[in-house]
């Protein structure tokens, strides 16, 4: 005797509520569809934004936020002035040390040769103006400059807000290694914020000869780096740049390097 709820049931009609139960089955089929459609929808539309698929097993690569294994330094905040204030004493011997992301450099400020962009340096130096900015432009074997407010010579400012004039060598066998110097803005007599210091080394082994850069006599010299210092402007020197092909960016390091804070030194 059969004891299923079939039994007595005519072949070919469905059983009791399958109408229902294909409904709901229905219903959920369309659901699911319709979130699919959805997430497919935000993949093509977020694609943009999205990284490529790690291969199978591949590890997790990570760009340091700074070079030489050092943390980002709190962001940059460099003022708009319109003038420097005259901060310079009569009879004190000035210097810096520039704390880097690679380590320190100490300058000797030339307060006597260059007095009016010595001031304009120690000045920006005591309002933070370099804390947190970035060594934009690094040359292998030529110059490292920084002092950009936004890091980028394509976007304004690009100085302090104000123009420092002179003097200028009167030739180019002084710009040698560990020389610093104010950069120019596009026109000769512009120059602000922004600072290189020269790198490059002798190609030829010359007995206690000193090979300048082969820049053009255009640049207030303003200090002298220690020879302490060579392993940190070497270490800055070597850094690896991008390969875009846009000027700007050629010479800025991948991984950036920062300038973390510049203490003024009296003696």
Partial sequence: MAHSSDAG?????????????????????????????????????????????????????ERPAAACGAERPPKARPGQYEAAEKVLDPGVDYGAEIVTSCGTIELD??????????????????????????????????????????GDARQE???????????????????????AALANQREFDNTGSQFFIVVHKPTTPLSGATEPAGLHAQYTIFARASES????????????????????????????????????VER
């Fill in 9 to 61: 049931r005519p072949q070919g009609v469905p059983p009791a509520g399958a109408p229902q139960r294909r409904r709901r089955a229905l219903i959920r089929a369309s659901t699911l569809a319709v979130i699919a459609a959805a997430l497919v929808g935000w993949t093509l539309f977020s694609g943009a934004e999205s990284p490529p698929p790690k291969a199978p097993g591949a590890p997790d690569v």
């Fill in 229 to 264: 210092s060579a392993k940190t402007l070497d270490a800055i020197a070597e850094k690896k740049t991008a390969e875009t092909g846009v000027a700007a960016e050629v010479v800025k390091p991948v991984v950036p390097v920062y300038v973390e804070s510049v203490d003024i």
């Fill in 157 to 179: 400012p690009n100085g302090p807000g104000y123009s420092v004039y002179g003097p200028y060598p009167n030739g180019a066998k002084r710009y040698v290694y560990g020389i």
């Fill in 109 to 150: 400020l030339l307060d006597q040769e260059a007095p009016q962009a010595v001031n304009s340096f120690v000045f920006l130096a005591r309002e933070g103006f370099y804390d947190g900015l970035i060594w934009h432009r690094v040359e292998r074997n030529h110059i490292i400059q920084t002092g950009d407010p936004n």
